[in-house]
């Protein structure tokens, strides 16, 4: 009878440094994606939920708040 000898081949740490690198990146990335960096703000105009907004106070010149009055006013007294 013969016989048939196998012989085990040492594993490679290869794929599981893969792996563990893949992982990793994932892990990152998904914390990038999820951490909000300015909590509470509002970006690309969406509208805020549950707050009150503060009015601004307005730095035009009060001379330009003037014409901008009247010329807001003329196509009205024109119609």
């Given at each position: 009878?013969?016989?048939?000898?196998?012989e085990q081949q040492?594993?490679?740490l290869l794929p599981w440094l893969i792996g563990l690198a893949l992982l990793a990146l994932m892990v990152i990335g998904l914390t990038l994606v999820f951490a909000d960096p300015n909590p509470?703000?509002?970006?690309?105009?969406?509208p805020e939920i549950g707050k009150v907004h503060e009015k601004k106070k307005d730095e035009t010149p009060r001379r330009l708040q003037q014409w901008a009055?009247?010329?807001?006013?003329?196509?009205?007294?024109?119609?």
């Open positions: 009878m013969a016989e048939i000898q196998i040492p594993r490679s509470g703000t509002v970006e690309d105009g969406v009055l009247v010329a807001e006013a003329e196509p009205a007294r024109a119609a």
